[in-house]
């Protein structure tokens, strides 16, 4: 039998604040919970309380069958909570954390706004063990306090730190979701609760996910109109405003360039850091990644995005590229993602480039994992649809988007690695990513100069995809040339980001 990660044998009253047993103090949420909802339920009379109705309760029948799921909920609750207490502490913080989220706004909703619906049937067609049970709980629990349903809710809060475990099969995922996904239908067939409260609990718990979870995505101060990865832009001049409401798509709008740098210098600076650091060796793909990123932190516009026709600029500054798991045809890609800080430097980038390519080597990314579980999942086109909405608004689960590529800054790919010579990539719709980088082959070409003499230079091509819509032509070259100058002068990456470059 698996071993318990914390020893509760050794748990007393006065240790229970230490840092091995503190996640334990999450279930108080439950007895706060209950006692306000004793309060709501004998002290808010139902003449007070609203109906919750709409046209697509009248089109769910009653089954009596679906109360198998419902009460099922208390052995998927008790069950799944104690698995993560016993097993896997951070699932339990996980759900606890969204449980505790719900608790409290849907009190809070239930006294300002009282609900109540009006769906249950006055007799039953039919007399057997599951009518007697739903009219027991019918009897024990009233029609009031609905929107939004917690029985719903809870049920997507468990369910989203079951989907995130790494370490269990996919099967598991699939049968654990299914069950979560009859629950929550069972609560409108058994008419415990209106489509309605449904809703109002997936909204709710999306809230909630996109609050507490952003991964690195810092939220800070944010006004209306703000997404939790970029700042609205409210000060840009006309023409990048009515931009956007023009060409809303922007694979539509992408701008082709090409920079052919003289990596000469570049080699000889990478053969003498390799020689000083033997244990942290960089190679060019390295110099680009942090040129690209010492880019964007010099030049804000570079790192802005257009997403539902409006204009952000992003709130951290990240660079995403492919990883081959193994070099044959058939062989699996996973994709990486480094998050860049004001303090990082050439050194510090390339160790995170290495830890993210030995991590894919060995196992799944998350937006991976999240892909090949949705392709198990029935009504792609309905996921597709909803997905694109999220993805529109800025409202896609962190725990789906956590590595995915184009939601960052900048995607590179290093074509060279493969014998190829540079191309260009198109953009995606999907996402927030508005600059694309290709990196070419190593090739010797030569170079005349006013007398006509001819000298060989070893150059390095990159072919950058850029959004045009988020700055001009201008900006765009000078960017460009700080980034063949960074390339071709990598000394200049050895301080922090944020370091200015004369």
């Not at 009248?58 to 069950?79: A, G, K, Q, R």
């Not at 937006?367 to 996921?383: C, Q, V």
Request: net charge neutral.
């Amino acid at each position: 039998m698996k071993k318990p990660v914390v020893d509760y044998t050794k748990l007393r009253l006065s240790n229970i604040t230490s840092k091995e047993y503190r996640h334990l103090l999450l279930l108080l949420g439950w007895v706060a919970y209950f006692i306000m909802y004793l309060v709501t339920e004998n002290f808010i009379p139902v003449s007070k309380c609203h109906v919750v109705h709409c046209f697509i309760d009248d089109l769910i029948p009653f089954n009596d069958y679906f109360v198998i799921f419902y009460v099922s909920w208390y052995i998927f609750m008790v069950l799944s909570l104690l698995v993560f207490v016993l097993y896997d502490i951070k699932s339990f913080v996980w759900a606890q954390k969204l449980i505790i989220g719900m608790q409290i706004i849907a009190v809070i909703t239930y006294i300002v706004w009282p609900s109540v619906q009006n769906l249950r049937p006055d007799t039953f067609e039919r007399d057997n063990v599951l009518t007697r049970l739903l009219g027991f709980i019918y009897s024990v629990d009233t029609p009031t306090g609905v929107c939004p349903s917690l029985h719903v809710g809870y049920t997507l809060a468990v369910l989203s730190a079951w989907i995130v475990k790494r370490d269990i099969k996919l099967w598991q995922k699939i049968f654990i979701t299914a069950w979560g996904l009859m629950i929550c239908i069972s609560v409108c067939f058994v008419k415990q609760h209106s489509f309605v409260d449904v809703c109002a609990a997936f909204i709710l718990y999306l809230f909630l996910e996109l609050i507490l979870f952003e991964r690195e995505f810092k939220l800070g101060k944010r006004r209306i109109g703000d997404r939790r990865d970029g700042t609205k832009l409210r000060d840009i001049d006309a023409m990048h405003y009515i931009m956007p409401l023009m060409y809303p798509n922007r694979c539509d709008n992408e701008a082709y360039m090409k920079l052919a740098v003289d990596i000469t210098s570049t080699e000889d600076y990478i053969r003498e850091y390799n020689k000083a650091h033997p244990d942290d060796r960089i190679a060019i793909f390295d110099v680009v990644i942090a040129a690209a990123l010492k880019l964007l932190r010099m030049r804000p516009q570079m790192n802005r995005f257009i997403a539902n026709q409006t204009m952000y600029q992003r709130n951290n500054i990240t660079a995403a590229f492919t990883v081959k798991k193994e070099f044959r045809d058939d062989g699996d890609e996973t994709l990486a993602r480094i998050v860049a800080e004001d303090d990082d430097t050439l050194g510090s980038i390339s160790h995170k480039v290495r830890e993210q390519i030995a991590l894919c080597k060995n196992e799944d990314d998350q937006s991976t994992e999240a892909m090949n579980f949705i392709m198990k999942l029935p009504g792609k086109h309905i996921i597709g649809a909803v997905a694109r909405f999220l993805d529109r608004h800025g409202w896609m689960p962190a725990s789906v988007i956590a590595t995915d590529p184009y939601q960052c800054s900048v995607v590179l790919t290093n074509l060279g690695s493969l014998g190829l010579d540079i191309g260009y990539h198109h953009l995606m719709n999907w996402g927030t990513n508005s600059i694309f980088i290709i990196i070419g082959t190593k090739k010797f070409k030569p170079h005349h100069d006013q007398e006509g003499n001819v000298t060989m230079k070893k150059e390095l091509d990159l072919a950058f995809t850029i959004d045009e819509r988020i700055s001009d032509g201008f900006y765009y070259a000078r960017s460009l040339r700080l980034m063949k100058t960074l390339i071709e002068n990598p000394a200049l990456l050895e301080g922090p980001l944020s370091e200015e470059v004369r």
